[in-house]
């Protein structure tokens, strides 16, 4: 699932874009009294995927002057710790698992440490979030952070992030979601003039999941993407099976170092960790929001357990002749092999309407107050099939899932997740951090920096060149 995979609570936009404009409580006098009447948000749901009341909720009070004021509804957060863990440790868990152990083998046993050092910067810069909601007790999301270190600015460049990664991101589970299905439909005598059929099927795929941008009960999209969780789980399973019970010699030897490739890998194990637009979402949810940093450390640890052994189980068993994607390189006849090729199929097709679920309330909001609700869900559905569209015809031009992936993780990932959360801390602190603190952060961003601007460039290149002189397949 990858920095992509998401529970409920996931799109921090969803709760960023339903805020409610500012209150009008200072309009009353000192001798005003009010009654309140609650209304449904209707545009939430909580990490329980069922519909609840939350902080969006309009309260249309009365003055006795009969003057109508808005304020907030203080937010009831009801996630355990538990429950917390389970959310940040599905919602990272991603694409990032299918390409770890392609990863190993072209960098070598060495870039391991890297994977791991990632992991643990990654969990870092999460903490820093919660530390930056701990300052101010209005901030919800990720773009409220951002808006509150860099006011609008802030805001804008947090969002033009958040909506790049959700738009690439779809864009290589959609390849994944190609690549796959091609493997899944080999052999199968399937025959249609002027297009090859993997293609074919992969358009029907994503024609099959048009309807569910149309949802409005946020209830039915969460169930989609607690599937998309499960599927995730039957690929590291298929792939921990296939290992354990030597369906394939797993004597191949991993090299020591490929310094030329790793910048290559770097942008694939960044993008593995990358979720930290929703952790916002996760912090504001508990029950009790100081045990934050040991739930980030938990669900780190375990997700940087799953990778580096997934990364070299793949690596030992293929060796040179593993895939871009672990699932692609399993023995075809295998029936752990064909669960494992199923479950990335169907996982894409979980994701889209809950990723495109912000897009779709931020989109709400910008329309004018008269608009009806019907009028609403039309444009809502079309843009959203629109654009869905647009990511079948991306994905079906540049079929080139590692070359994608590396470059949406060193050119998104690393900033969302690295480079941004060190930055705003940082500003919003600046008054009370340390100097070594401050020092260290800027190491930190230093090395998102390089981290970025190498993959970014590596990738790029190999992407251009992919496209300039190799054919698609199937």
């Not at 990654?122 to 820093?128: E, Q, V």
């Not at 869900?377 to 629109?386: F, M, N, T, V």
């Not at 079929?399 to 050119?411: A, E, I, M």
């Not at 990932?413 to 952060?441: G, Q, R, T």
Request: proline letters at 4%; one cysteine or more.
């Amino acid at each position: 699932m990858g920095s992509d995979d998401t529970l409920s609570i996931e799109s921090e936009s969803v709760l960023s874009y339903s805020k409610l404009q500012g209150s009008q409580v200072n309009k009353m006098g000192p001798n005003d009294t009010f009654s309140i009447e609650y209304e449904s948000c209707g545009l939430c749901f909580e990490e329980n995927n069922k519909l609840s009341e939350c902080e969006h909720i309009e309260r249309k009070s009365e003055t006795e002057n009969k003057e109508c004021i808005d304020i907030k509804q203080p937010a009831k957060p009801s996630s355990s710790f538990t429950h917390s863990v389970i959310n940040m440790t599905g919602m990272v868990i991603g694409l990032g698992q299918l390409s770890t152990s392609y990863g190993l083998e072209n960098g070598g046993w060495v870039s391991a440490f890297l994977l791991v050092g990632l992991g643990m910067i990654c969990a870092y810069s999460a903490c820093l979030l919660g530390k930056c909601l701990d300052k101010n007790p209005e901030l919800r999301s990720y773009t409220d952070i951002g808006q509150q270190a860099f006011g609008t600015k802030g805001k804008i460049i947090a969002t033009i992030l958040i909506y790049t990664d959700v738009f690439m991101g779809l864009v290589s589970y959609t390849i994944s979601l190609h690549d796959n299905l091609n493997m899944v439909i080999k052999g199968i005598p399937i025959k249609v003039p002027l297009i090859k059929k993997s293609k074919l099927l992969t358009t029907t795929a994503i024609l099959v999941t048009l309807p569910s941008l149309w949802l409005r009960d946020f209830t039915s999209i969460a169930f989609l993407s607690a599937g998309g969780i499960i599927m995730s789980m039957l690929i590291f399973l298929t792939v921990t099976g296939t290992a354990i019970f030597g369906v394939v010699n797993a004597n191949h030897n991993i090299p020591v170092l490929h310094l030329n490739k790793i910048p290559h890998v770097t942008g694939l194990y960044a993008y593995s960790y990358a979720g930290h637009t929703v952790f916002p979402n996760i912090y504001t949810s508990m029950k009790d929001p100081s045990k934050y940093p040991k739930v980030t450390v938990l669900s780190f640890t375990t997700i940087t357990a799953l990778y580096t052994a997934l990364a070299f189980m793949g690596a030992k068993m293929f060796g040179p002749n593993i895939n871009s994607q672990i699932t692609l390189s399993m023995p075809q006849d295998s029936i752990a092999t064909k669960i494992a090729l199923w479950a990335t199929v169907l996982t894409p097709m979980t994701k889209y309407a809950l990723k495109f679920a912000p897009l779709a309330i931020q989109l709400e909001h910008n329309l004018p107050s008269f608009t009806s609700s019907r009028t609403r869900k039309i444009i809502r559905g079309s843009i959203g099939s629109i654009l869905l569209i647009a990511i079948l015809a991306l994905a079906l031009s540049v079929p080139y899932f590692q070359y994608v992936l590396n470059l949406t993780g060193s050119l998104i990932s690393v900033s969302i997740s690295i480079i941004i959360p060190c930055i705003f801390y940082s500003k919003i602190h600046l008054a009370e951090i340390s100097k070594p603190h401050l020092l260290f952060n800027g190491i930190i961003i230093m090395i998102g920096f390089v981290i970025s601007l190498t993959g970014t460039m590596s990738s790029s290149k190999s992407l251009i060149k992919k496209i300039t002189t190799a054919t698609p397949s199937g």
